[in-house]
């Protein structure tokens, strides 16, 4: 990004880059259909301003996953509940709702939702190798964390009529349903 120091007007001004990002996303369902001139028109900016805030619309889309990813693996780091390391990242999808719902009903969210993916099971995997150790504890957490995001991602392309915590509480179930032949319960 090139806006080192944001002032009250530059964090107006990305803000309103980001929303409109987002809405032109959900309107045309692919990346590559999203122009910067479209985007600047839209929100009444130049595009020098655009380009002072950002180097490309991919940049835009980056800052979305990192900015997301980066509140979870915070959130996250001391977690060693399952249950409650599931109900964390239900709540931030269910508080990013609107958002995600634009940017993931795109053919392209699916790099977003493989960070995800990586980010969940490395940290099942943690959590359940301190106390569990057995040879095929990464792929039955990896079956697991694949299908669950899955279902995210139906959630959010509205392909299926469950809403975030019918998915959350399916997840629980799911994951003693799966585990419990291991006695993880």
């Known amino acids: ?18 929303k409109e990002f987002a809405n032109l996303l959900a309107e045309k369902k692919e ?3 999203v122009t910067v001139t479209e985007l600047v028109k839209n929100i009444g900016i130049t595009r ?16 979305f996953q990192n900015e997301a990813l980066d509140v979870l693996r915070e959130d996250i780091n001391s ?10 990242i239900n709540l931030f999808l269910k508080e990013n709702n609107n958002l ?21 099971n490395a940290k099942l995997v943690e959590i359940l190798s301190s106390k569990y150790t ?3 504890l990464a792929l039955d957490v990896s079956v ?10 139906k959630y959010f392309r509205g392909e299926i009529d469950f809403n975030l915590d019918e ?16 006695d993880l319960s």
């Open 31 to 33: 990346f590559n259909k």
């Open 100 to 120: 995600y719902s634009s940017v993931l009903k795109t053919n392209d969210a699916m790099i977003f939702m493989e960070r995800l993916n990586k980010l969940a």
């Open 48 to 63: 020098g301003s655009f380009y002072s805030h950002y180097d490309s619309l991919d940049e835009v889309a980056k800052e």
């Open 167 to 182: 998915i959350n509480d399916y997840s629980k179930k799911l994951f003693k349903t799966i585990f419990k032949a291991k």
């Open 1 to 18: 990004m090139k806006v080192k120091c944001l002032n009250n007007s530059s964090k107006k001004t990305k803000e309103m880059i980001r």
């Open 134 to 136: 057995y040879k095929n």
């Open 144 to 153: 697991f964390v694949d299908g669950i995001v899955n279902l995210y991602i």
């Open 79 to 88: 977690i060693s509940d399952i249950e409650y390391f599931l109900d964390k």
